[in-house]
């Protein structure tokens, strides 16, 4: 099976994320008609120190990368509503929380006054279960427990993943991961 059609595979839905061989960078990147892309690592980070994460907008996939490049992951994904919302470029984990409280930045309640100025922890929160804090003010990469989300163009400018998909993330990423949004 080819790295390709393993993250494919792993796009199915919740618990489909699986561990496969390293893309091997001398081999010519593959597309799918939906244009789900396996860029390598190199692409885009110098090294792999503390781990990375691409999150593809595009793709809607987020891949994890170990700093001893013995693990690699791909995850299904919810990226932001329109390109507005989506911030790209290099930024970092600066904090990890498990069962995160939620507030609606000024914008969402600038957008959305009807929503609560404060969630937290639990079921309803839209953060989900883990919440991976970046260097930008107000971007997370989350769980998320409306699973409606995923594979969409559904959040405020966060990426979500499925929670028992962030568990995982948030076990192997660090504070301190490197971390881009292209």
């Known amino acids: 099976m080819t790295a390709a059609t393993a993250a494919l595979s ?5 618990g489909a994320a699986q561990t496969f061989p390293l893309p091997d960078p001398q081999e010519p990147v593959r597309r799918n008609i939906s244009a789900f892309r396996t860029p390598a690592w190199q692409d ?16 809607r996939a987020v ?15 919810s990226v ?9 470029g290099y930024t970092r984990i600066i904090r990890k929380v498990e069962g995160p409280s939620w ?5 969402m309640k600038k957008r959305n006054p009807e929503w609560p ?8 929160n839209p953060l989900g279960t883990h919440a991976l804090y970046l260097s930008w003010q107000y971007y997370r990469v989350h ?8 594979g969409r163009q559904s959040s405020n400018g966060c990426i979500g993943l499925y929670n028992e998909h962030i568990a995982e993330l948030f076990n192997l990423a660090k504070v301190g991961t490197q971390v881009k949004i292209f």
């Not at 885009?44 to 793709?59: A, P, R, Y």
């Not at 507030?103 to 914008?107: G, Q, V």
């Not at 100025?117 to 309803?124: F, I, N, Q």
């Not at 998320?144 to 989300?149: F, Y």
Request: charged share 25%; aromatic share 10%.
């Open 117 to 124: 100025d404060y969630v937290g922890p639990g079921p309803d």
């Open 44 to 59: 885009h980070f110098e090294t792999l120190k503390n781990g990375v994460i691409l999150c593809d907008i595009n793709s």
């Open 103 to 107: 507030r609606p930045t000024p914008s």
């Open 10 to 14: 792993a796009l199915a839905g919740p």
């Open 143 to 150: 769980g998320t427990g409306d699973t409606r989300k995923i």
């Open 80 to 88: 932001p509503m329109s390109e507005e919302l989506t911030k790209r």
């Open 63 to 77: 891949q994890f990368w170990s700093e001893d490049e013995a693990t690699y992951k791909v995850y299904p994904s």
